[in-house]
Each structure stands twice: as structure tokens, then as C-alpha cells.
């Protein structure tokens, strides 16, 4: 062997044989590389390289913001927090404040007053402490106070999960249900895909049901029938039925009779009922009204014993919009004292959800009252809102509908349209040979032209051929018509650009 082969022999043999890297995407969990939620997918990261580009080289795009549509995020579009609520949890936050002189003069008394009342129930009087794993009971007996008030049927705090968001109550519910690949969920399609995700991410199977768009999205029970036929045809054992009410992204507000058939399905079909009722206090549409499927079953007669009913809340929507603050609830009811003891335990394993979001959540449900120092400012605040959302949403439609090729839904609740898009068929061709769906095609041509950033349809799931775009009706009523105006501009240009 030469003295250069030999040398280099030597050499590598000094230098260890490079490991492969402990982690690839090869060797993730495939789950994890299954699981897919499109509301912060592609588009919304391509959103934000654009505003870094803005903000690092302002004038070099086409337009001068992103406007994140994206996303049901009411305060990242300059929505104003519900001023009692922080005053509230301000004050439980930093007890300090309460022994101060001027406590008086910044704080209005009956805020003072809830603030003493939840920290005197604190673990060592503090938000810092971990508490309870299903939530600090004060604010549970509010939030149980909270749901008889609004339903007319009693509601218990032993009941309730305090929990950080709705999401994380999902997955829980989805970590309990499903074994294998054999079990599956009934989802609404178009479905908010934070249930795909977590049916992907718990090895799940989706049992799709079709909103039917020619009915202002209606949930026909025929429909849940065929489904839930065709899945134990399967060999599935399906073993709940999600109902998204008001729905993402559809924004229906299911009627009073829809939800006694939907309640007299999952009883006859011995399922479980998961109510997503986050959008509970984002009606808009006249003459709609909420109404939980909680008091919709207890109306019917149908008790703990006969329905297995868990129910989300959450402080990310309604008039309060807190998303980034954490909070939410699930409702438990029609379970065995075992079952609750394993979802208890579950909790556990998290310890506690932030105990500021559980405030939050105690104080959504039982907000100021009469007669209360705060409550005329509340009302004046939350009427605020929620009248300007329902403008929005109105806005928002019309203009949508004024589009060449575009049909859209009333918005009638929640906090998005969802119109469909007939695409020329030049578009079809051109997204196949990109290897993308036409709608996310659209979306990406309209944020790389616009900087407003919509969700593609086919993050949600829909009829199989026909195309959507999400968007939300949250830019502020100074601005949307600013927002409808370029989309109405690129969206000319596109037909024109692509016309058959
Ligand atoms: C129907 C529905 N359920 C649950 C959640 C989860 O909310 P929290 O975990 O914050 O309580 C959302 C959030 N809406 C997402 C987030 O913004 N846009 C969306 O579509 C939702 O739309």
C-alpha cells in the first residue's frame, strides 16, 4: 500500500464514521408527518417571509401590508380587549395592585370586587400557583353558572374541564377515543382541520359527512346516515359525531329542529356527541339564533343517561377574541364516574390549563350584570363588536359574490366566508402541472400580488371538483373595502389571464 494510501487510511481512521443525524423525516413518527393544518400552513408561512421582506425593504412588493386573513385571530386586526376582562384578570395577575391608593381610580370596583373574590380561590392566592387539573372550581361554579343561565338546564362544575383553548380539549377527547386505524370520527366536510390534524395525529380514521352548499351549508341527517353506513360497511367503528356550530368554514347556524334530528342520530346510533360551539356569540343572520345542543337534548327529554355529550368553549372568539391568551372549556356529560376518572387523569398528566385563561373563561360566561359599575361599558364594548362583525360579514359576502365565477354563502355566524370559485379550465391545467390544488394556486397568485392572505379551500376538505377559498371577515370595517377592492382587481386580472 502506497505511504499517501496508507496515510489516508490512518486518517480516516482517526476521524469516527459520521453517524446518521438522530432525527429525519424519514424517522418521525409518520402520524406527525401525516398530520396537516392548513389555517398556518404554506401560504401562511409564505405571508410571513413577505412581511419580514416589508419590514427589512419596504416598496420592494406590491403593496405596502400583508393582511393576514388567515386566521380568526380578531386582535392581531386591531380588536380591542373587553376592558373589564383585563381589569379583572390584571388585577388577579398582580394582587399588589388591589393595596394600592389609586386601585380606585384605575380599576372599576366591581372588577376589584370579582378580583378578590377569584383569588381568594387561588392555590396561594396566586395565578402562579398550578391548580386543580380540571380547573380552579371558582371559575368552573362561573362557567357552570354560566351554561344554565344561557341554556335553562342545569349545569355542573364537577362537569366542566377547564382548558387551554378548545384544541387542546380535542385532542384529548381524540387521544381517548382512538385505538387504531379501526376507529373513526364523523367530521364535517368543509371541517375546521384542527379535528384531520388530531384524527391523523391520534391514528384515527375520518369518517367524512357532506355540508351541502346548495342549502346554505345544511347538515342533512340522511347524509350522517349513508356515512356512518358506509364506515362500519368498512369494518370502522365510528365513534363520534363532530358538529362545528356555528361551523368553520362554512359560518351556518344550524336550526333548532336540525339539532333535535342530529341529537336523536347520535342516540340512536349509540355515538358520542362532540358540539364545537366556539362561535356560540358570533350570530349574525337575522332571525338565527344559538342554541347549545346541551339545552337542544335536555329540551328533548334526553339526559346523562341516555347521550354522551362533550361540548367546547373557548375565549379565542365571540366579542372577546383572547386567542393568544389560552382558555376554554369542555362540557362532560353522559360518561361513567370511570370514563371521568381517566379524563381527569388525562388532565393530570398536564397538571393545570394557565390559570389567566380559566379567569378569562369564567368571566366570558358570566359576564358584568345590571346594575354592576361595569356593565354599561361592557354592553357599549361587546355590542360594538359583534354589530360591526355582523357588518363585516355582510360586506365581506357581497363583495365575494360580485367576483366573476364566485358564489358565496352568507356568512350567518362564526368569522369567515368560504366562497366557491369557478376557475376557467386553463387553471386546472396550470395547477396540475404545478402539482398543486387550484385553489391553493389561487391563493398563492393572490398573496404574491395582493399580500392578502387567504386560506385554500382544500385545507378544509370539500366536495371532491369543486374549489373555495377561507377568509376571514376580520380586517376593520375602515379597511375592508380597501381589502375587497384588491382582491376584486387581482381576481379580474386572473380570469382574464386564464380565460378559456
Ligand atoms: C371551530 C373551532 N374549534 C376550535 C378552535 C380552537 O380554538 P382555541 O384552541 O383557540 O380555543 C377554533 C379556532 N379557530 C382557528 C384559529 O383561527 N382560525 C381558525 O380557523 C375553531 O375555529
Given at each position: 500500500?502506497?505511504d499517501?494510501a496508507?496515510?489516508?487510511?490512518w486518517?480516516?481512521?482517526?476521524?469516527?464514521t459520521?453517524?446518521?443525524?438522530?432525527?429525519t423525516?424519514?424517522?418521525?413518527?409518520?402520524k406527525?408527518?401525516k398530520?396537516e393544518?392548513?389555517v398556518?400552513?404554506?401560504i401562511?408561512?409564505?405571508?410571513q417571509v413577505?412581511q419580514?421582506?416589508?419590514?427589512?425593504?419596504?416598496?420592494s412588493?406590491?403593496f405596502?401590508e400583508?393582511?393576514?386573513?388567515?386566521?380568526?385571530n380578531?386582535?392581531?386586526?386591531?380588536q380591542k380587549?373587553?376592558?373589564y376582562?383585563?381589569?379583572v384578570?390584571?388585577?388577579?395577575?398582580h394582587?399588589?395592585?388591589?393595596g394600592?391608593?389609586?386601585?380606585?381610580e384605575?380599576?372599576?370596583?366591581?372588577?376589584?370586587?370579582?378580583?378578590?373574590?377569584?383569588?381568594?380561590c387561588l392555590t396561594?392566592?396566586s395565578?402562579?400557583a398550578?391548580s386543580?387539573?380540571?380547573?380552579?372550581k371558582?371559575?368552573r361554579?362561573?362557567?357552570a353558572?354560566?351554561?344554565?343561565?344561557?341554556?335553562g338546564?342545569?349545569?355542573?362544575?364537577?362537569?366542566?374541564?377547564?382548558?387551554d383553548g378548545?384544541s387542546?380539549?380535542?385532542h384529548?377527547?381524540?387521544?381517548l377515543?382512538?385505538?387504531?386505524?379501526?376507529?373513526g370520527?364523523?367530521?364535517?366536510i368543509?371541517?375546521y382541520?384542527?379535528y384531520?390534524?388530531?384524527?391523523?395525529?391520534?391514528?384515527?380514521t375520518?369518517?367524512?359527512?357532506?355540508l351541502?352548499?346548495?342549502?346554505?351549508?345544511?347538515?342533512?341527517?340522511?347524509?350522517?346516515?349513508?356515512?356512518?353506513?358506509?364506515a362500519?360497511?368498512?369494518?370502522?367503528?365510528?365513534?363520534a359525531?363532530?358538529?362545528?356550530?356555528?361551523g368553520?368554514?362554512?359560518?351556518?347556524?344550524l336550526?333548532?329542529?336540525?339539532?333535535?334530528?342530529?341529537?336523536?342520530?347520535?342516540?340512536?346510533?349509540?355515538?358520542i356527541l362532540l358540539?364545537d360551539?366556539?362561535?356560540?356569540?358570533?350570530?349574525y343572520?337575522?332571525?338565527?339564533?344559538?342554541h347549545s345542543f346541551?339545552?337542544?337534548?335536555?329540551?328533548?327529554?334526553?339526559?346523562?343517561?341516555?347521550?354522551?355529550l362533550?361540548?367546547y368553549?373557548?375565549?379565542?372568539?365571540?366579542?372577546?377574541?383572547?386567542?393568544?391568551?389560552?382558555g376554554?372549556?369542555?362540557?362532560?356529560?353522559?360518561?361513567s364516574?370511570?370514563?371521568?376518572e381517566?379524563?381527569?387523569?388525562l388532565?393530570?398528566?398536564?397538571?393545570c390549563?394557565?390559570?389567566?385563561g380559566?379567569?378569562?373563561?369564567?368571566?366570558?360566561?358570566?359576564?358584568?350584570?345590571?346594575?354592576?359599575?361595569?356593565?354599561?361599558?361592557?354592553?357599549?364594548e361587546?355590542?360594538?363588536?359583534?354589530?360591526?362583525?355582523?357588518?363585516r360579514?355582510?360586506?365581506?359576502?357581497?363583495?365575494?359574490?360580485?367576483?366573476?365565477?364566485?358564489t358565496c354563502?352568507?356568512?350567518?355566524?362564526?368569522?369567515?366566508?368560504?366562497?366557491?370559485?369557478r376557475?376557467?379550465?386553463?387553471?386546472?391545467?396550470?395547477a396540475?402541472?404545478?402539482?398543486?390544488a387550484?385553489?391553493?394556486f389561487y391563493?398563492?397568485?393572490?398573496l404574491?400580488?395582493?399580500?392578502?392572505v387567504?386560506?385554500?379551500g382544500?385545507?378544509?376538505?370539500?366536495?371532491?371538483?369543486?374549489?373555495?377559498?377561507?377568509?376571514?371577515?376580520?380586517?376593520?370595517?375602515d379597511?375592508?373595502?380597501g381589502?375587497?377592492?384588491?382582491l376584486?382587481?387581482?381576481?379580474?386580472k386572473?380570469?382574464?389571464?386564464?380565460r378559456?
Amino acid at each position: 500500500v502506497s505511504d499517501q494510501a496508507a496515510a489516508s487510511q490512518w486518517l480516516s481512521s482517526l476521524t469516527p464514521t459520521p453517524r446518521p443525524p438522530p432525527l429525519t423525516v424519514e424517522s418521525i413518527n409518520p402520524k406527525v408527518i401525516k398530520c396537516e393544518y392548513a389555517v398556518r400552513g404554506a401560504i401562511a408561512i409564505r405571508a410571513q417571509v413577505l412581511q419580514q421582506q416589508l419590514i427589512a425593504d419596504p416598496g420592494s412588493l406590491p403593496f405596502d401590508e400583508v393582511v393576514q386573513c388567515n386566521i380568526g385571530n380578531p386582535q392581531g386586526l386591531n380588536q380591542k380587549p373587553i376592558t373589564y376582562f383585563r381589569e379583572v384578570v390584571s388585577l388577579c395577575d398582580h394582587p399588589a395592585l388591589l393595596g394600592k391608593p389609586q386601585v380606585h381610580e384605575l380599576f372599576s370596583a366591581d372588577a376589584i370586587r370579582r378580583a378578590h373574590r377569584i383569588i381568594d380561590c387561588l392555590t396561594g392566592r396566586s395565578t402562579g400557583a398550578y391548580s386543580d387539573s380540571q380547573g380552579v372550581k371558582a371559575c368552573r361554579e362561573d362557567v357552570a353558572a354560566g351554561i344554565s343561565a344561557r341554556d335553562g338546564f342545569p349545569a355542573s362544575p364537577d362537569d366542566i374541564f377547564l382548558t387551554d383553548g378548545a384544541s387542546p380539549g380535542v385532542h384529548m377527547v381524540m387521544q381517548l377515543l382512538l385505538r387504531s386505524e379501526k376507529d373513526g370520527i364523523l367530521c364535517p366536510i368543509p371541517q375546521y382541520p384542527l379535528y384531520s390534524a388530531s384524527i391523523a395525529l391520534h391514528g384515527g380514521t375520518l369518517v367524512p359527512y357532506y355540508l351541502d352548499e346548495e342549502s346554505q351549508w345544511g347538515l342533512e341527517i340522511t347524509e350522517l346516515k349513508q356515512q356512518l353506513h358506509t364506515a362500519r360497511s368498512a369494518g370502522i367503528n365510528v365513534r363520534a359525531l363532530v358538529v362545528i356550530n356555528p361551523g368553520n368554514p362554512t359560518g351556518q347556524v344550524l336550526s333548532e329542529e336540525n339539532q333535535r334530528r342530529v341529537v336523536q342520530f347520535v342516540r340512536d346510533e349509540g355515538l358520542i356527541l362532540l358540539a364545537d360551539e366556539v362561535y356560540q356569540e358570533n350570530i349574525y343572520e337575522a332571525g338565527k339564533k344559538f342554541h347549545s345542543f346541551k339545552k337542544v337534548s335536555r329540551a328533548m327529554g334526553i339526559g346523562e343517561k341516555d347521550l354522551a355529550l362533550i361540548s367546547y368553549h373557548s375565549i379565542s372568539k365571540g366579542y372577546y377574541g383572547e386567542c393568544g391568551r389560552r382558555g376554554g372549556y369542555m362540557e362532560v356529560t353522559g360518561f361513567s364516574k370511570e370514563v371521568r376518572e381517566q379524563m381527569l387523569k388525562l388532565a393530570s398528566v398536564n397538571l393545570c390549563s394557565n390559570v389567566s385563561g380559566q379567569i378569562l373563561m369564567s368571566l366570558v360566561m358570566k359576564p358584568p350584570k345590571a346594575g354592576e359599575e361595569s356593565y354599561e361599558n361592557f354592553v357599549k364594548e361587546r355590542d360594538g363588536i359583534l354589530s360591526s362583525l355582523a357588518r363585516r360579514a355582510k360586506v365581506l359576502t357581497e363583495g365575494m359574490n360580485k367576483l366573476e365565477g364566485v358564489t358565496c354563502n352568507q356568512a350567518e355566524g362564526a368569522m369567515y366566508v368560504f366562497p366557491r370559485l369557478r376557475f376557467p379550465e386553463k387553471v386546472l391545467k396550470v395547477a396540475a402541472v404545478a402539482k398543486v390544488a387550484p385553489d391553493l394556486f389561487y391563493t398563492q397568485r393572490l398573496l404574491e400580488a395582493t399580500g392578502i392572505v387567504m386560506v385554500p379551500g382544500s385545507g378544509f376538505r370539500q366536495v371532491p371538483g369543486t374549489w373555495h377559498v377561507r377568509c376571514t371577515i376580520l380586517p376593520s370595517e375602515d379597511k375592508l373595502p380597501g381589502v375587497i377592492s384588491r382582491l376584486s382587481t387581482f381576481h379580474q386580472k386572473f380570469m382574464d389571464e386564464f380565460r378559456d
